[in-house]
């Protein structure tokens, strides 16, 4: 079987129920949210084809035990500055910088791993167009990129937090080189948000909200981002201060 059609047939036979907002998922770049060196805000010169652009960690803490791990699914979702795709962002099947995007599990940081050895992992870029129906505005256009990682025995312990998976976006394609253009658009704005986290395993799945601790979307190149799906960015301008995830919560005090 396929890893596409494994990931199908696990998610259709595989109930999921919405937790309540006590148990929650969260992203943050550079380190799981909360832990030293995690910051909600990412500027990049755009200057450079190699090395990393970025990187998402997503982290959960669930409500029940799941004591044989199937499947995590990460999705998050990107809006922009100007409301359409950037070609920097376009890294689905046939996109400017189609498969710039890598997923992986485990790098020894401070959240708890819950795989015994590194899962099989896939990434799926979509480009989601505007909904002409939500009020008071449709949003954007954005892109959704769903995560997958299973293929090996994890195990989850109810109340503890655990590292879901790291989205990894590469710099490839940024700046010309002889015979392969840029795909334009890195200084644009980008606001990226969490949507959700499932964990699945036999007989067992759970769908945890994002976190309500931290703010709507994390900023790439100064963007901010409003309650509706808007983003609003600056061009590469003035960078904005990175902040740490302990002054983002002590907003909420």
């Known amino acids: 079987m396929g890893r596409a059609a494994l990931?199908?047939?696990?998610?259709?036979?595989?109930p999921t129920t919405p937790i309540a907002q006590s148990f929650y998922g969260e992203i943050a770049f550079d380190a799981c949210a909360g832990d030293p060196g995690a910051v909600t805000s990412r500027e990049f010169a755009c200057d450079v084809n190699t090395g990393a652009a970025m990187t998402i960690y997503a982290s959960f803490t669930?409500?029940?035990?799941?004591?044989v791990v199937d499947l995590v699914r990460i999705v998050v979702e990107v809006t922009y500055d100007q409301g359409t795709i950037p070609d920097w962002w376009r890294m689905g099947p046939g996109g400017c910088r189609s498969g710039h995007v890598t997923v992986r599990a485990l790098d020894g940081g401070s959240c708890d791993g819950l795989w015994s050895q590194e899962p099989i992992a896939s990434a799926l870029v979509e480009e989601i167009p505007p909904d002409p129906y939500p009020q008071p505005q449709p949003p954007p256009w954005r892109t959704r990129i769903t995560a997958d990682l299973g293929g090996t025995p994890g195990a989850v312990v109810a109340g503890?937090?655990?590292?879901?998976?790291?989205?990894?976006?590469?710099n490839g394609r940024t700046i010309d080189v002889p015979g392969t253009p840029?795909?334009?658009g890195c200084c644009r704005g980008a606001c990226i948000a969490l949507r959700e986290i499932t964990v699945s395993g036999p007989g067992t799945g759970i769908t945890l909200p994002p976190s309500p601790f931290y703010p709507f979307a994390l900023s790439w190149q100064s963007a901010q981002s409003s309650t509706?799906?808007?983003?609003?960015?600056?061009q590469c301008a003035t960078p904005a201060r990175s902040r740490t995830w302990g002054q983002i919560k002590?907003?909420?005090r």
């Open 62 to 67: 669930s409500p029940v035990d799941v004591p």
């Open 250 to 252: 002590s907003l909420y």
């Open 160 to 170: 503890v937090r655990y590292q879901a998976g790291m989205i990894t976006i590469r």
């Open 228 to 234: 509706h799906g808007g983003c609003f960015g600056s």
């Open 7 to 14: 990931v199908a047939a696990l998610l259709l036979a595989t």
């Open 182 to 184: 840029a795909c334009e």
